[in-house]
């Protein structure tokens, strides 16, 4: 029987230095999975689209490596990848990051279309959320519009849509409907100024709760 991998918990790391003959755990999936993984290293060998993104994504990361930001490394993926019109996909709590961030993209030349999550100003109560789905008690609160923000990008002929503090669950929906390939600037947290990993580096300390 296969057994799931748990590469999170390896105590040995042996994919980062070829010796997973040797030295690979039980749970290792580049042992109990080596036929899915040697198939998807055929598909970067042979699929044109898969290629080109992977291409662009390695060698900003070889530029790149312990010397750029997440911005510069976004805008070094999309000139590697040749586009020329980027999306931005954004929250509305974070519009005024989202105006750097087009600013930015438009000085290196890019074509900037952005999108708002609350488009169209549609009431939660349209699509039948009760009051437990609402953040205030104000009589309007509108509904974040994941899917309408692909399908205008779609529309507009974005080539890479890069993603702003979309809400955990809207952000899902918005790559599963968007048609150009997309990368996350701003992973959205309220309360840690948009730096999640921060609860996980205090889980010992401050968010031990998170373990409880």
């Known amino acids: 029987m296969v057994k799931d991998p748990f590469c999170a918990e390896c105590p040995v790391k042996a994919c980062t230095t070829n010796t997973i003959q040797e030295d690979a755990p039980p749970f290792c999936p580049s042992r109990s999975f080596s036929e899915m993984v040697d198939s ?3 598909e970067f060998r ?6 080109k993104l992977m291409f662009a994504a390695t060698r900003a990361e070889a530029e790149g490596y312990l010397r750029w930001t ?3 490394d976004t805008i070094a993926f999309a000139r590697n990848l040749g586009v020329k019109r980027l999306g931005i996909a954004t929250c509305a709590g ?11 993209f438009r000085q290196r030349g890019f074509k900037v279309i952005s999108v708002c999550c609350k488009v169209g100003a549609i009431d939660k109560s349209e699509i039948g959320l009760g009051p437990e789905a609402r953040c205030s008690d104000k009589d309007f609160e509108p509904l974040c519009m994941p899917l309408a923000q ?6 507009c002929g974005t080539e890479l849509n890069v993603m702003i503090g979309l809400c955990v669950g809207h952000d899902s929906i918005f790559y599963k409907r968007s048609k150009a390939p997309v990368t996350t600037l701003i992973a959205k947290d309220r309360v840690l100024a948009h730096n999640p990993v921060g609860a996980l580096y205090t889980s010992n300390m401050y968010y031990r709760k998170l373990l409880k």
């Not at 042979?46 to 290629?51: N, Q």
């Open 40 to 42: 998807a290293a055929e």
């Open 70 to 72: 997440r911005v510069e």
């Open 46 to 51: 042979t699929d044109p689209e898969l290629r």
């Open 94 to 104: 974070l519009l005024q990051e989202a105006a750097i961030a087009a600013k930015v």
């Open 150 to 155: 692909a399908d205008i990008l779609n529309e």
